[in-house]
């Protein structure tokens, strides 16, 4: 796999960032996907639409918020740098956690039933995250151990990790995790009925929590990037098993054998 001819795209006047074009694009396919799910249970698509656009600033934020804090090292020396996010630097970790926060509000203040909201909203993130994860490529980041197999990344010397200046390829995490979130979208799909029929609303968000603390527990695996560390673990993997277990959690109160408490 080449490495990537660039971050930027040059359109006559029109300098365009590709990391930030991917970002675009992806919020845009989780906000028609929304307001279709949201539409197609009986509410007001447009307004489901204003909803996401609506929580956009406060999930940037979090995504932001999150790298700069998990990164603080790098940026109390360069404070300025907290605002540059041209090269990358916006936690999806971060995005949920203040996208759903915004929603929750957003929902509670229009008097919809909060769960049910919350299911239709996650639906599009793992599709929105697949199309994102190719900024990455572009930014020539989030890429993995040295690797011989046909489908290995070519990273150019300036952006490899220390140590590694001598390996050519690279296992393309970005690219595994794109994948691997179109998968949690048809996942989710197929699987929007029979949870629902077993678990209370809000089982939607419990399984892709479930779905993408796993997968992203696989890429931290993979990675060799520095990282700040817990122990002998990377951060975002640690971060990555309690989304996971969030997650399991969610369904096991959301268990309609359960009794539903006030």
Same mark, same amino acid.
């Given at each position: 796999?080449?490495?990537?001819?660039?971050?930027?795209?040059?359109?006559?006047?029109?300098?365009?960032q590709l990391y930030g074009v991917c970002?675009?694009?992806?919020?845009?396919?989780?906000?028609?996907?929304?307001?279709?799910?949201?539409?197609?249970?009986?509410?007001?698509?447009?307004?489901?639409?204003?909803?996401?656009?609506?929580?956009?600033?406060?999930?940037?934020?979090?995504?932001?918020?999150?790298?700069?804090?998990?990164?603080?090292?790098?940026?109390?020396?360069?404070?300025?740098?907290?605002?540059?996010?041209?090269?990358?630097?916006?936690?999806?970790?971060?995005?949920?956690?203040?996208?759903?926060?915004?929603?929750?509000?957003?929902?509670?203040?229009?008097?919809?039933?909060?769960?049910?909201?919350?299911?239709?909203?996650?639906?599009?993130?793992?599709?929105?995250?697949?199309?994102?994860?190719?900024?990455?490529?572009?930014?020539?980041?989030?890429?993995?151990?040295?690797?011989?197999?046909?489908?290995?990344?070519?990273?150019?010397?300036?952006?490899?990790?220390?140590?590694?200046?001598?390996?050519?390829?690279?296992?393309?995490?970005?690219?595994?995790?794109?994948?691997?979130?179109?998968?949690?979208?048809?996942?989710?799909?197929?699987?929007?009925?029979?949870?629902?029929? +077993?678990?209370?609303?809000?089982?939607?968000?419990?399984?892709?929590?479930?779905?993408?603390?796993?997968?992203?527990?696989?890429?931290?695996?993979? +990675?060799?990037?520095?990282?700040?560390?817990i122990g002998p673990f990377r951060l975002?993997?640690?971060?990555?098993?309690?989304?996971?277990?969030?997650?399991?959690?969610?369904?096991?109160?959301?268990?309609?054998?359960?009794?539903? +408490?006030?």
């Open positions: 796999m080449p490495a990537s001819p660039g971050e930027a795209l040059d359109i006559g006047p029109l300098h365009l970002v675009l694009l992806g919020f845009f396919v989780w906000v028609l996907v929304t307001a279709r799910l949201w539409q197609r249970g009986g509410g007001d698509g447009i307004e489901a639409a204003w909803a996401c656009l609506l929580a956009a600033p406060v999930a940037f934020i979090g995504a932001r918020l999150y790298h700069v804090i998990t990164d603080y090292g790098v940026y109390s020396a360069n404070p300025t740098g907290i605002f540059d996010v041209a090269q990358g630097g916006l936690s999806i970790f971060g995005a949920v956690a203040g996208g759903i926060f915004a929603l929750v509000f957003y929902a509670n203040v229009r008097g919809w039933p909060i769960a049910t909201f919350l299911d239709c909203a996650i639906v599009g993130i793992p599709l929105a995250q697949a199309i994102g994860r190719w900024g990455n490529y572009f930014n020539q980041e989030l890429f993995g151990r040295p690797t011989d197999l046909p489908w290995g990344l070519h990273v150019d010397e300036a952006f490899r990790p220390y140590g590694y200046a001598t390996y050519e390829q690279f296992h393309p995490v970005f690219l595994y995790e794109s994948v691997l979130d179109v998968g949690i979208f048809i996942a989710l799909g197929l699987l929007w009925r029979p949870l629902h029929e +077993r678990f209370r609303p809000g089982c939607i968000v419990g399984a892709y929590l479930i779905l993408y603390g796993l997968v992203r527990v696989l890429m931290e695996l993979l +990675r060799s990037d520095p990282s700040n560390m975002n993997l640690v971060v990555a098993v309690l989304v996971l277990l969030t997650g399991a959690l969610i369904l096991i109160v959301a268990d309609r054998r359960r009794p539903q +408490r006030l």
